[in-house]
């Protein structure tokens, strides 16, 4: 069965601290990781799919790094806009299907400023 | 990126009542749209799965007779809570994608039942 962790559960950091959001998973063939960005009441915003072990995108102060066990979410200089719930998902199924994920529980970032 | 619109954004209806709830995909034609649903500061969980013009693949433990998933074109599936009861409270959520495409989600509905 796929499992995706998330760590922190929550993470309070001032503005201009730098720091990582952790996601492991197990999945029997990845076929990719996703990193979304939830604000309360409202659904998921994409952010990044990664596919491979030592693959990286950047957006903004956001950077998303991968391996083979898990992914980071690396945050540059937060600013308070940044304080969100961030989620990770692994996708499920075989490659040629729609994307059915599994998601980790979440971490929630407040930045003070 | 995409856009999915989910309406409405807030219900509240009495114990008993139905409630319908869509989603749409704007821009795009979405070959399967997933619903979930969110517990408070939980994780989504899927419930459904729903592909156009086909019976939807609901998870286990999701009663299917209660949350009736429709999809009947390539831009709209629509959830439908029936006899719903306070324990349906809850956050749901619906995504939408196609084949080998990130999954893009919905602005989520916050359901009450009183």
């Known amino acids: 069965e796929d499992q995706v962790t998330q760590s922190p559960e929550a993470l309070r950091l001032q503005e201009g601290e730098s720091s990582s959001l952790n996601c492991s998973y197990t999945v029997s063939g990845l076929r990719g990781l996703f990193w979304y960005r939830q604000d309360p009441g409202k659904g998921p915003e994409f952010l990044f799919t990664l596919y491979s072990a030592g693959e990286e995108k950047e957006k903004e102060r956001l950077k998303a790094t991968l391996t083979k066990k898990e992914s980071f979410l690396h945050i540059t200089a937060p600013k308070p806009e940044d304080s969100a719930t961030y989620l990770c998902?692994?996708?499920?199924?075989?490659?040629?299907?729609?994307?059915?994920?599994?998601f980790g529980s979440g971490t929630q970032l407040t930045v003070l400023p | 990126g995409a856009v999915v619109s989910q309406h409405p954004s807030r219900v509240i209806c009495k114990s008993g009542t139905s409630v319908k709830i869509e989603c749409r995909s704007l821009d795009f034609q979405a070959t399967t749209m997933f619903w979930y649903r969110q517990f408070p500061k939980k994780s989504l969980m899927l419930m459904a799965t729903s592909n156009e013009g086909s019976k939807a693949t609901y998870e286990q433990g999701v009663e299917k007779d209660k949350f009736l998933i429709n999809h009947a074109s390539l831009t709209l599936s629509t959830l439908t809570v029936t006899s719903a009861h306070p324990e349906d409270s809850s956050f749901y959520i619906c995504s939408a994608s196609w084949v080998n495409t990130e999954a893009f989600f919905g602005q989520g509905t916050r359901l009450t039942v009183v």
């Open positions: 998902a692994v996708q499920a199924p075989p490659s040629g299907s729609a994307r059915q994920l599994t």
